[in-house]
């Protein structure tokens, strides 16, 4: 099984002949990923990459069959690109861009909700279930099939992370870029449910920064659900000064249970496996399941 995205998932891309979502869409279909067409308004009826071009979310929806859409749209319209596919009837959105307004976030956040779909981002790098379907800008070749799953808010350690998985002689069932901006459409603990529910999956990575509670809301559920399965943690911005953004918005500590050491703390008291360097993961997924299998 997978999550959110498999071969099945009938995939447009919204921005689709701009740049950016010209070249991370051609690196999809490279990757086998069933990309059925994209959207950009006033390009309708014509082909890009030899998928077709829909004027609306709506039309590819109802042309193509379309579940799934990636959305690689400027920050100024991006909120309204999220509202459109949901509004369409897609049920898995995700939003790649960055910087998009936290007041239009707010906004797109509740409307996703209320229609019942699934936002992942934005400003992150998308979803991967090896073999099967890459909705996302990270470097596919990395990936490779198992049963390790992986929840980030950091792009570079998701890849990071599964380089080191299958350096272990494992492989991954479905990584999730959930993204590092204040507002998100999933959070860390509704993506690691997601993982948790899914059979295949026998251990979890949870990659987490300082700022915000979402690592310690994920950590409180994963022990109140039984520690089911096995979850190995890092938490990145260990040597952030306070009160500063770095790198991702919402990556800025706000008060003491915001910070890399307490948030570790939690973590551990809540029955995770955490280590203190990215250097780290692999061997330490390697050593748990070794062990839940003894």
């Not at 470097?139 to 099939?145: C, I, M, S, W």
Request: proline share 5%.
């Amino acid at each position: 099984m997978s999550v959110l995205v498999n071969k099945d998932s009938k995939i447009i891309v919204q921005g689709f002949t701009g740049s950016e979502g010209t070249f991370h869409a051609s690196q999809m279909i490279e990757y086998g990923t069933n990309v059925v067409g994209g959207v950009t308004p006033g390009k309708g009826g014509t082909l890009h990459l030899e998928r077709p071009v829909f004027n609306t979310v709506k039309d590819a929806v109802e042309q193509a069959g379309a579940d799934t859409s990636i959305i690689f749209v400027p920050p100024a319209f991006a909120a309204d690109a999220i509202m459109e596919a949901a509004d369409a009837g897609i049920k898995v959105i995700i939003a790649i861009t960055e910087g998009i307004p936290v007041a239009d976030m707010i906004h797109a956040n509740n409307y996703v909700k209320q229609r019942n779909a699934r936002l992942i981002g934005p400003n992150c790098p998308g979803v991967i279930t090896p073999g099967e379907a890459k909705v996302g800008i990270m470097p596919g070749f990395v990936f490779k099939k198992g049963n390790v799953g992986i929840v980030s808010k950091s792009g570079t350690l998701t890849y990071e992370a599964a380089d080191q998985v299958v350096k272990q002689g494992l492989g991954i069932t479905t990584a999730i870029g959930i993204g590092g901006d204040p507002i998100i459409g999933t959070t860390t603990k509704e993506a690691v449910e997601l993982l948790m529910n899914d059979p295949e999956t026998e251990c979890i990575i949870m990659i987490g920064e300082i700022g915000g509670q979402l690592e310690a809301d994920a950590a409180k559920w994963i022990k109140a659900d039984g520690n089911r399965k096995p979850v190995v943690g890092f938490i990145a911005g260990e040597t952030a000064p306070a009160g500063r953004t770095m790198g991702h918005a919402g990556a800025i500590v706000g008060g003491s249970d915001d910070t890399a050491a307490a948030k570790k703390r939690i973590m551990r008291e809540n029955g995770i496996y955490v280590v203190d360097s990215p250097a780290e993961i692999g061997k330490k997924v390697k050593e748990v399941l070794v062990n839940a299998t003894v």
